[in-house]
Structure formats: structure tokens, C-alpha cells
């Protein structure tokens, strides 16, 4: 059993590069979640799928983050015109519709905008 | 509002000591679930264990053990003792049981570092 991937692991970007993360989840969980964690402190909430429906958005996620998740299975989040203050680690988790509510992470992809 | 407050931002310990990692929590919710998780060095934040609140009984899993207090809203952790691979930042952190989203609510985590 293949646990959540994401890819890239890293990204380098300059200031106001358009970039687009991956997130496969673990593939027989409907619930997909994205996550952003800086430096010091504790992964916040940006959105959240349950199947292909995108049914919460953290107000942190402004107008120049998109999330899809188009046919339920993989999800991307692409940020637009990139900022120094979106350098951070973005992180996915999936979980199943019932059962367990516990959320497995993937290893995150590290986003540095220069 | 829901809130995690891990008020230990770092601990050092030597191998073989028993440590216990502080959390406590706020919510307005009657039925919800509380979690620790484990972030090594690598990155990737790790489950460990999760508790719901409407079962408050304390158990033990191997070298783990966790105290659930409702009346004083914390939900402590315990390593028995430590190894040096438990070093890592944990991450208590809180969902509501009966919303749709579940999202989690994380703490601003507890850096642990056992020495040889």
C-alpha cells in the first residue's frame, strides 16, 4: 500500500513565477486536504475535497491560490504570481469518508520564492 | 474557537528517560477528536496516535501512552523511555467530529531531542 506522494519535493521560483503542486492521495480515500507550514510553527488548513468537490477554503488561501481535484483522484494547488511570503512547506493528506478520521500526510513539497 | 496550545517548545532529554509532552486544547464542539503527531528531521508528519472525546480511558501502545483530562482540556503524551530516533517536533492537534471537513487544528509542536 502506497502511502500519499507528492511531487515536486522542492521548488525554486522567482518572485511572480506561476508554480503547480501534485498531490496523489492514498487511493481509497475520498477526503484530500492541503496544508501550508512555516517555519516554527504547526501546518494551517487551506482546503479541502471530499471526492472532486472542493468544500472548504481556509481565508488563507487568497485569489492567487486555485486547488482542483478534477476526476476525485489527484488534486494540484497552484499558486499565481508567487511571493516571498509564500515560501513555505505545502503539505497534502488524505483520509477515508468513514471510519478513522486520523489524516495521512505526504512528505510535502518545499517552496522557496526568491 | 478552536484552539492547541503546546506550551513546551523544546525539550532535551537523555536516552532511556521517560518524557511527557504537554498539550491542551479549546473548542466549543461536544464530540471531537484529538491527535499527536510526529514530524522526524525528514518532514513528513507522521500519525501516532488519536483519541476521540467521548472516551477518556488512558492507554498504553508500546512505549507510548497518552492522558486524556476532558475536565482540565489536555491531552498529555508520553514517551517511555526514549530513544534517540524519537527526536522529531510533535504535533498535538484537534478536529471536530461531526463537521464535514474534520480539518486538523495543530499546536505549534514540541521540538524533542534525546542524546545518546
Known amino acids: 500500500d502506497t502511502g500519499v506522494s507528492q511531487d515536486p519535493r522542492h521548488k525554486i521560483t522567482k518572485r511572480g513565477q506561476n508554480v503547480t503542486f501534485r498531490c496523489d492521495p492514498i487511493s481509497e480515500h475520498n477526503r484530500l486536504y492541503w496544508y501550508r507550514q512555516t517555519l516554527g510553527q504547526g501546518p494551517e488548513f487551506l482546503t479541502y475535497?471530499?471526492?472532486?468537490?472542493?468544500?472548504?477554503k481556509s481565508r488563507l488561501l487568497s485569489d492567487r491560490f486555485s486547488a482542483e481535484r478534477p476526476k476525485g483522484s489527484f488534486s494540484t494547488l497552484e499558486i499565481q504570481r508567487t511571493e516571498q511570503g509564500d515560501s513555505a512547506m505545502y503539505l497534502c493528506?488524505?483520509?477515508?469518508?468513514?471510519?478513522?478520521?486520523?489524516?495521512?500526510f505526504g512528505p510535502g513539497t518545499r517552496l522557496t520564492v526568491l | 474557537a478552536q484552539k492547541v496550545t503546546q506550551a513546551q517548545t523544546e525539550i532535551s532529554v537523555v536516552e532511556k528517560e521517560d518524557v511527557t509532552l504537554d498539550c491542551v486544547y479549546e473548542t466549543r464542539d461536544t464530540t471531537y477528536y484529538l491527535f499527536w503527531y510526529k514530524q522526524p528531521p525528514s518532514g513528513e508528519l507522521v500519525f501516532l496516535i488519536r483519541r476521540n472525546s467521548f472516551d477518556e480511558q488512558n492507554e498504553i501502545s508500546g512505549r507510548y501512552s497518552w492522558n486524556f483530562q476532558k475536565s482540565t482540556s489536555s491531552f498529555n503524551f508520553t514517551i517511555t523511555a526514549s530513544q534517540v530516533v524519537d527526536s522529531a517536533v510533535y504535533f498535538c492537534?484537534?478536529?471536530?467530529?461531526?463537521?464535514?471537513?474534520?480539518?486538523?487544528?495543530f499546536g505549534t509542536g514540541t521540538l524533542l531531542a534525546v542524546q545518546p
Open positions: 475535497f471530499q471526492n472532486e468537490a472542493q468544500l472548504e
Open positions: 492537534a484537534l478536529s471536530e467530529a461531526r463537521g464535514a471537513t474534520n480539518k486538523l487544528i
Open positions: 493528506a488524505s483520509s477515508p469518508t468513514t471510519g478513522a478520521p486520523e489524516q495521512f
